[in-house]
């Protein structure tokens, strides 16, 4: 079992930045991909960016240049830095990440409550 608690998330005016951080805990000897995705009022939910234990990161469009995903593997948490944040990226931001299952590839991938971020004047 993968328990994880996001923080960070708040109010922040047009052009501010906050960083996100979703901490991993219970019983489980690695995780795979960490990441996040967000949901806002009435639309689907979409990725925000993933990590790879290998360091490779992935971002969607609309973040790119914008946010930068991050992890410290000794404390399981993935962290997500965002910039320039605009109204369009007010959303319910949930932390995910996939624990690896014994005897294959597949994942099982666990999921955060969320943190709420606004952007408002």
């Known amino acids: 079992q993968v328990h994880l608690v996001e923080s960070g998330g708040g109010l922040v005016q047009p052009g501010g930045s906050l960083r996100l951080s979703c901490a991993a805990s219970?019983?489980?000897?690695?995780?795979?991909?960490m990441g996040w995705y967000r949901q806002a009022p009435g639309k689907q939910r979409e990725l925000v960016a993933d990590i790879s234990t290998g360091g490779n990161t992935n971002y969607g469009d609309s973040v790119k240049g914008r946010f930068t995903i991050s992890t410290d593997n000794a404390k399981n948490t993935v962290y997500l830095q965002m910039n320039s944040l605009q109204p369009e990226d007010t959303a319910d931001y949930l932390c995910?990440?996939?624990?690896?299952?014994?005897?294959?590839?597949?994942?099982?991938?666990?999921w955060g409550k969320g943190t709420l971020v606004t952007v408002s004047s």
């Open positions: 219970g019983s489980f000897n690695s995780l795979d991909t």
């Open positions: 995910f990440a996939d624990r690896p299952i014994p005897g294959g590839v597949a994942v099982q991938r666990y």
